[in-house]
């Protein structure tokens, strides 16, 4: 008879449970061999996995594995069913090779284009990503191996990342930071989830039980075991206290023999730890026993997935004729990326492969008709003036140039943050003479992130690949001579500088704290809300076909707070091409009712790509709730909505909205009001509880409304912003005798409709 988790930790020495909270090496959880309770496999494999080699004392020796495209480029799909597959791929992959948990996916907020590991994390919006990593989770833990979403929480640079603080508001943390995560575990329900390095507000995330135990498990319903990022336990027994589980790696008992002994000197209950080992042990006894049932794995399969997803997460960035190429056309191809080109990341998610090839070699196979000149290296910035001067003649030679672009490994990495945004200088400099000569000059992108583009509006073409995997050679090709038509959409905004972006005076911080004082201003919300000229905004991408969008409608112009309301719009293929759509949602707060800290102009609340025939038409719905129009309010600790109207704009990017519904919503939750004798007038009036008592002494005191300026003195705006501002003590000073006798009863009245 097997025995069940909890005979189990009854059975377990107070040794062996603090044993079982750390890791045995750098990629195993310990095993128990007397009770039978087996270790348990980790793996790196946000995007492909990387596992140590059995035998190999390296942790860094990995296996060879199909690499995916990277965060940055999966995002790009805007496609959760896209990254379930991609999931569902590295779980048959995973539990092919002993593989319990992939750690992945990472889904920080980009908060700065320079972060250096940004080519791993999904976008600058939280809804999508949470959407993209829900579907990765879901298809990783489909094929029974568990999923770790990292890193939790706040942890959107690489500078000082083991030690910084994170200073944030509660309205930022919850609007911005958290509802990825939030997402992933409501709807996916990962086995586990890794902390960050950093301190959050002052707490590190590795003994932070607002996040760990009251967020994760109590609000969210998280009920698998929580781990440390490698190395980011700072106090291992007040860690177990506040909610995180596993210590990886482990420490070499250093802290199993602190556990122990807080545990006898009472400092920490052994029922907090019996907790956390049997979290642990609940998933090492699921992943063990999944791990009988067959693994199927196929190489060749997932290497055609994984061209299919480098295709739907390509950028047309830019379009004025250059693309698609023709069979006939003389073409030359310039740029070392078109030979080796950079399709994943450094660092902890560097996978081992062997089956990427470049353009140049997938047109080579394909049998097109090129010329290639190298003109400046893929892996550092060197100008070479003959290599310079052969690629702007092979250009002016050419009916068009492609020119294979981006940024070297060694601009942007795990462990180290970008000092700036610009390409390598000899690749805009290249760029901009082969522009002069050749009208036909398209620029494909090798990038992680963001960068600027001071060429753009010299070139025809703009197609932007990020970091796409082991397929991005034949991705890439199919792209430009349009056997494939480009349909991703940018995951982040592309700002024409790196001053403009939100974060610019307090990007990486002082090396102590990282101050997140844009708030909620974050990405769109920041650009958008100052209407400040961008390259490209967020949700951008054009294609070879067009689309056109008509007859949006809801099924009630009213929402409830317990209901819900749906949208509905038809997408008709207006082209001659088989294309696909990314349709999206966002919803703008137009009741007028004062946000403190800001309102965003408008927010993601809905996407849904459409694969349709020229001339194919099909119908698109979203369903909302309440929670969509919601904003996170410190007041109440909690999302809130306030009553009136909403608008849901429809369109194909935050600046290209094609379709604007108004919506109502009806509510009688207030936010909390405290009334006393410096509560402004404005306040009270524009809040439905109070502006008849108001209106009603204001009308009784007209006296004092004409001593303090309503006799024609002043402007009408003028006399309204003062009343607005004007507290109630301030009515004694203008009405004498009479408003100090009926302050007090004004006072009670109130707040007591403040109350109610």
């Known amino acids: 008879m097997t025995a069940t988790v909890e005979e189990l930790v009854r059975s377990l020495t107070l040794e062996e449970k603090a044993g079982l909270c750390s890791g045995a090496d750098f990629w195993h959880t310990k095993a128990v061999e007397r009770l039978g309770i087996p270790a348990l496999m980790l793996s790196d494999g946000p995007h492909g996995l990387r596992t140590q080699k059995p035998g190999s004392q390296n942790p860094n020796d990995s296996i060879e594995a199909v690499c995916f495209p990277a965060g940055c480029a999966a995002a790009a799909s805007f496609d959760p069913t896209l990254t379930r597959r991609m999931g569902a791929a590295l779980g048959r992959e995973a539990r092919a090779s002993g593989v319990g948990v992939v750690l992945g ?11 250096g590991r940004n080519f791993e994390y999904y976008s600058e919006d939280p809804f999508l990503a949470g959407e993209l990593a829900a579907g990765l989770i879901e298809g990783i833990q489909s094929e029974g191996v568990g999923a770790c979403p990292k890193h939790f929480a706040a942890n959107s640079q690489e500078t000082r990342r083991m030690t910084a603080d994170s200073r944030l508001d509660e309205r930022t943390l919850h609007e911005i930071y958290l509802p ?39 609000q969210w319903g998280f009920h698998g075991f929580t781990m440390s990022d490698w190395g980011a336990v700072n106090d291992r027994v007040r860690g177990v206290a506040a909610g995180l589980d596993l210590e990886m790696p482990g420490s070499g008992g250093v802290n199993d023999a602190k556990l122990v002994e807080a545990v006898r000197s009472g400092a920490l209950d052994e029922a907090v730890l019996d907790k956390a080992v049997t979290r642990i042990l609940n998933i090492v006894l699921r992943a063990a026993d999944l791990a009988q049932q067959p693994a199927v794995f196929d190489r060749t399969a997932d290497h055609a997935l994984a061209v299919e997803l480098a ?53 080579r196979r394909n049998g097109r008709d090129i010329v290639y000149v190298e003109g400046f290296p893929a892996d550092r910035d060197q100008r070479d003036e003959h290599a310079f001067l052969q690629a702007v003649t092979a250009a002016e030679e050419a009916d068009v140039a492609v020119i294979f672009a981006g940024l070297p490994e060694i601009f942007e990495s795990e462990g180290a943050d970008r000092r700036h945004m610009r390409l390598p200088d000899c690749q805009n400099n290249l760029i901009a003479r082969v522009a002069a000569v050749q009208k036909n000059t398209v620029v494909v992108l090798h990038t992680g992130a963001p960068v600027e583009c001071p060429w753009a509006g010299d070139v025809s073409a703009v197609l932007c690949l990020y ?5 991005i050679g034949e991705a890439t090709d199919a792209l430009l001579w349009g056997e494939a038509n480009p349909s991703g959409h940018l995951p982040e905004t592309w700002p024409l500088r790196l001053e403009d972006t939100p974060c610019y005076l307090d990007y990486p911080g002082d090396g102590l704290t990282a101050d997140y004082r844009e708030g909620v201003y974050v990405g769109y919300r920041w650009y958008d809300g100052r209407r400040m000229p961008v390259r490209w905004p967020f949700g951008h991408g054009l294609s070879y076909t067009g689309f056109v969008y008509r007859d949006a409608v809801l099924d009630s112009d009213t929402l409830t707070e317990d209901g819900s309301v749906t949208l509905r719009l038809r997408i008709r293929n207006s082209g001659a091409l088989r294309g696909a759509e990314v349709v999206q949602l966002y919803v703008s707060d137009a009741t007028g009712t004062p946000v403190p800290g800001g309102r965003v102009p408008q927010a993601l609340r809905g996407f849904q790509k459409v694969l349709l025939d020229p001339g194919q038409e099909c119908e698109v719905r979203f369903t909302l709730t309440a929670r969509d129009l919601s904003r996170y309010s410190a007041e109440l600790h909690d999302w809130y909505a306030a009553p009136g109207r909403y608008e849901l704009r429809l369109g194909r990017s935050s600046r290209d909205i094609r379709m604007t519904v108004p919506l109502h919503y009806q509510s009688d939750r207030h936010l909390p009001l405290t009334v006393d004798e410096n509560t402004p007038l404005g306040v009270l009036l524009a809040d439905a509880r109070t502006a008849a008592p108001v209106q009603q002494m204001l009308a009784q005191h007209q006296q004092a409304l004409a001593n303090g300026g309503g006799d024609g003195l002043m402007p ?41």
């Open 180 to 218: 990825a995560f939030e997402a992933a575990v409501r709807e996916a329900q990962p086995w586990s989830v890794m902390c960050s390095y950093n301190r959050v507000n002052g707490v590190y995330a590795s003994e932070n039980a607002l996040l760990l135990n009251e967020i994760l498990r109590e």
């Open 311 to 363: 295709q739907e997460s390509a950028v047309l960035l830019q379009n004025l004729g250059a693309l698609p190429l023709h069979t006939g056309q003389k073409v030359a191809y310039i740029g070392a990326f078109a030979d080796t080109p950079r399709y994943q990341g450094g660092g902890s998610s560097h996978v081992n492969t062997h089956a990427a090839i470049g353009a140049r070699e997938a047109a």
């Open 716 to 756: 009408p705006e003028a006399m309204a912003q003062m009343l607005d501002a004007m507290p109630l003590r301030a009515l004694v000073n203008f009405g004498g005798p009479e408003a100090v006798a009926a302050l007090p009863a004004l006072l009670e009245t109130l707040r007591q409709a403040a109350q109610s």
């Open 105 to 115: 996916p990472a889904i920080n907020i980009k908060r700065s284009p320079l972060c």
């Open 467 to 471: 970091l796409a995997g082991e397929g």
